[in-house]
């Protein structure tokens, strides 16, 4: 198989500057034919062509696989571990209660590459009456406990697929960087939002200090990510979908150790050993909390603008 690469502009503003080249291209069309796409997964150090968008400071794959191409691959990936899954929907729920005061309903909630439901049964347990999640990967719904099965879609996000339904509360974490246009899956949850409803992101933070001291070695420098975000480039996406109140803030998250080793910056031959070693003890479950470079943003629908006072 061939794989279909193609030039982009910025996937946020629509630049069409791509000479600030950010990282080199690593992979070939051998390479990528081999590479498994999941979430939370080794580092590869495998890259796109990755450039710097001088307008929105956004860092974005031109080359990038063709959408259908990254639909394909998001579609066979495995599912990897239930035990991080649970502990990212922990942090997730965290940051979720400080926007809950502020909305105006709990009735339904949509969560965007929703893996194994984890965070989907958190919105049940927060009061949500009806909960969606949309996940492409069909081992990773496979994989979520009875309660919630039956309320993951294995598809692509495409708002068309969800006509007629609303939400008071749209999520998509870690998901922003994995696809092909994210204007169009921001302007998808604005539409697709009551009134005054919320959405709330996660991604992770280029910009983060810890991310540009190991530089190349970063586990976001990843095939699997097709754009990097900042704080200011995240506000800009929410913004050009029409949000208003739009907050960004940094991210605490708390993982077992294990898995913070393997996103170590750490060569393979010494790396490998020494997980298996974790793997199965005591210390790689002790739970550490770290803020290594996530961003959280949420904003908030607008209401229209109202004839009687607008004249
Ligand atoms: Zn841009």
């Known amino acids: 198989m061939t794989v279909e690469f193609q030039s982009r502009s910025c996937p946020v503003c629509g630049s069409t500057d791509d000479s600030r080249?950010?990282?080199?291209?690593?992979?070939?069309?051998?390479?990528?034919?081999?590479?498994?796409?999941s979430s939370r997964k080794l580092p590869e150090y495998l890259v796109h062509r990755m450039v710097e968008c001088p307008g929105c400071d956004v860092v974005?794959?031109?080359?990038?696989?063709?959408?259908?191409?990254l639909e394909q691959a998001y579609r066979a990936a495995p599912f990897v571990s239930a035990e991080e899954s649970a502990f990212a929907a922990e942090t997730y729920r965290r940051l979720l209660r400080t926007l809950l005061a502020s909305l105006n309903g709990r009735a339904n909630a949509l969560d965007v590459g929703a893996s194994d439901g984890t965070f989907l049964q958190a919105l049940l347990d927060e009061g949500f009456e009806n909960v969606?999640?949309?996940?492409?990967?069909?081992?990773?719904?496979?994989?979520?406990?009875?309660?919630?099965?039956?309320?993951?879609?294995?598809?692509?996000?495409?708002?068309?697929?969800?006509?007629?339904e609303r939400f008071d509360l749209?999520?998509?974490f870690q998901t922003l960087e994995h696809v092909s246009d994210p204007v169009r899956v921001v302007r998808d949850a604005y539409e697709l939002l009551e009134v005054g409803g919320a959405i709330l992101v996660v991604v992770h933070n280029r910009r983060a200090?810890?991310?540009?001291?190991?530089?190349?070695r970063s586990p976001i420098l990843d095939v699997e990510h097709v754009q990097l975000f900042s704080p200011r480039s995240i506000r800009e996406l929410l913004q050009r979908a029409g949000f208003e109140d739009i907050r960004v803030a940094g991210?605490?998250?708390?993982?077992p150790l294990r898995y913070w080793?393997?996103?170590?910056?750490?060569?393979?031959?010494?790396?490998?050993p020494l997980l298996a070693r974790l793997e199965h003890s005591r210390i790689g479950s002790l739970p550490i909390s770290l803020r290594p470079g996530n961003l959280v943003a949420s904003?908030?629908?607008?209401?229209?603008?109202?004839?009687?006072?607008?004249?």
């Open 60 to 69: 974005y794959a031109s080359p990038a696989p063709h959408e259908k191409v």
């Open 170 to 172: 749209v999520t998509a």
């Open 21 to 37: 080249v950010f990282a080199e291209k690593t992979l070939d069309d051998s390479t990528w034919k081999d590479l498994s796409f």
């Open 209 to 216: 200090l810890l991310t540009r001291l190991v530089g190349r």
């Open 261 to 272: 080793f393997k996103l170590a910056p750490l060569s393979a031959g010494l790396k490998s």
């Open 299 to 311: 904003g908030r629908r607008r209401a229209p603008s109202d004839p009687a006072v607008a004249t």
């Open 132 to 164: 969606v999640g949309i996940e492409p990967a069909a081992a990773s719904a496979e994989a979520a406990p009875e309660s919630v099965r039956n309320r993951i879609r294995v598809e692509p996000f495409r708002r068309a697929s969800l006509a007629g």
């Open 251 to 255: 991210v605490t998250n708390r993982y």
